[in-house]
């Protein structure tokens, strides 16, 4: 199962693949970002950020809802704007120029791990996290609950989805926002969507991945 996990977020992001499985050469060196008085929009994770509008689908209020084990967060975020407590650790992949991914932490405590575009060797602070997946019950993007909510109440919540993958054994993956194909095998994921994993058997939410690229660039 685990195996089948990992193909599945190959499935979900190309750059996740590398995100969070490949090897990371610098996982000593702390990096720490910028300091600063901005804070998070992020709403409290009480499954009702949609309000009145249960039955769509709003990425614009999605991403300004994610709760990463009790600390809110959103995407897109820009590493100069990180709020004070964060700092990540940049991860070495051969992704393509402009695009990296990192690990982030809170005073300390491993939060997740985001994938960046805008971030280039010679200007690193300008870049921005616009992607994370989550498997943990105690991360939720929306009030979306890996290992709790249940395929009825995200179809409750959003209504049917964008797309449906149902080409693995085990899960179906069910997409809701806007969807466009990569520009390059190793690229960008080039989508503003929310793309939800379900085990087959329980019908619970396996993952939860959020992408919010930049439709004004390309990589």
């Known amino acids: 199962m685990k195996n089948k996990i990992k193909l599945i977020i190959c499935a979900l992001c190309a750059v996740m693949a590398c995100l969070v499985f490949a090897g990371c ?3 000593n060196e702390n990096i720490e ?8 929009s992020a709403a ?3 499954n009702a950020a ?10 614009e209020t999605v991403r300004k809802n994610i709760v990463i084990k009790g600390q809110p967060f959103e995407i897109p975020m820009a590493l100069k704007d990180l709020p004070e407590g964060w700092t990540y650790v940049e991860i ?3 992704l393509l120029d402009g695009l990296g991914s990192a690990k982030f932490y809170y005073n300390d405590e491993e939060m997740f791990h985001g994938a960046l575009e805008n971030f280039y060797k010679d200007n690193k602070k300008d870049g921005i996290i616009y992607n994370t997946t989550l498997r ?5 993007i929306d009030g979306i609950i890996p290992l ?11 209504g049917e989805p964008t797309n449906i993958n149902s080409e693995y054994d085990d899960v179906d993956i069910y997409s809701y926002g806007i969807l466009k194909p990569m520009t390059n095998m190793f690229g960008r994921f080039n989508d503003q969507a929310l ?3 379900f085990d087959n058997e329980t019908k619970i939410v396996s993952l939860i991945s959020i992408t919010y690229a930049d439709f004004d660039k390309e990589y």
């Open 195 to 197: 793309t939800i994993s």
């Open 148 to 158: 709790k909510t249940t395929m009825q109440e995200v179809i409750d919540k959003y």
């Open 44 to 46: 409290a994770d009480d």
């Open 50 to 59: 949609q309000g009145e509008a249960n039955g769509t689908f709003d990425i």
């Open 136 to 140: 943990t019950e105690d991360c939720s």
């Open 33 to 40: 970002a910028s300091d600063t008085s901005v804070t998070s």
């Open 25 to 27: 050469k610098n996982e």
């Open 92 to 94: 070495e992949t051969m």
